[in-house]
């Protein structure tokens, strides 16, 4: 049985902002906190880190399946997560008084039976972590920080 997630959050940087602090996967080790340094192992296939791209984000391996800056992002799940089918698109869109709101839904189907709701709700709190973290850091990022090219 598949399950669904969905994160709602906004953020004062513009949907520029927001997306490169996604799309680049050194970036992730900025504003989120890993045991592992996030790296790109691949480039895509028409942008480094567009469709095709291949990173490394602890624990998980995943492929960028869509890149369209700066409104819409989506990755899978290669390896290193307990569940199948994994799916995450992303979106942004101008806020409603300035600034980006941000939509992050994701859909997977388990790999043990039975544990579905556990794990939509460890992946509902990881990923609203990560909307909240990105919007908040973006909206204070500076020139150098590993999302500028």
């Known amino acids: ?13 513009p949907p520029e902002v927001l997306f490169e602090h996604l799309a680049v996967a050194e970036a992730w080790g900025v504003w989120a906190r890993f045991p592992v340094k996030p790296v790109r192992e691949r480039e895509g296939d028409s942008d480094p880190n567009g469709e095709g791209a291949i990173r ?56 043990i039976p039975g544990t579905g709701p556990l794990i939509r ?13 990105v919007a908040r850091h973006s909206e204070r990022c500076e020139p150098g920080c590993p999302a500028y090219r």
């Open 1 to 13: 049985m598949p399950y669904s997630i969905e994160i709602n959050t906004t953020s004062a940087a």
């Open 56 to 111: 490394r984000i602890w624990p998980a391996r995943e492929q960028v399946v869509a890149y369209d800056p700066p409104g819409h992002y989506s990755y899978i799940a290669l390896s290193g997560l307990p569940i199948k089918d994994y799916r995450a698109d992303v979106t942004f869109a101008p806020g409603t008084g300035g600034g980006t709101a941000l939509r992050w839904q994701g859909r997977f189907e388990p790999k």
């Open 121 to 133: 709700l460890f992946l509902t709190r990881m990923l609203g972590g990560f909307a909240r973290g």
